[in-house]
């Protein structure tokens, strides 16, 4: 029926960090997670966010570009 409140997600998200044993996680940390994801994948992440700036959503994606190595083919016998 009704969505979590935000101290429930919250608590959730305080008990998932503490059983995987991650050290200076926050919620927010997600939010720039699925940000950043959405704009490598071309999609919007200011609509995703509903920020109505764009600068908003600027101050959550991470800058740095990760690499992405693709392996040799394998040859085929």
Do not use: C, N
Not at 56 to 72: K, L
């Amino acid at each position: 029926g009704r969505p979590y409140s935000y101290r429930t997600v919250r608590d959730m998200w305080e008990t998932a960090v503490a059983r995987a044993g991650v050290a200076d996680a926050h919620l927010h940390d997600l939010r720039a997670k699925s940000l950043t994801d959405a704009k490598r994948q071309g999609l919007d992440p200011v609509a995703l966010a509903g920020h109505s700036d764009a600068r908003m959503t600027a101050r959550y994606i991470r800058q740095h570009d990760t690499v992405v190595a693709v392996p040799p083919k394998l040859a085929e016998f």
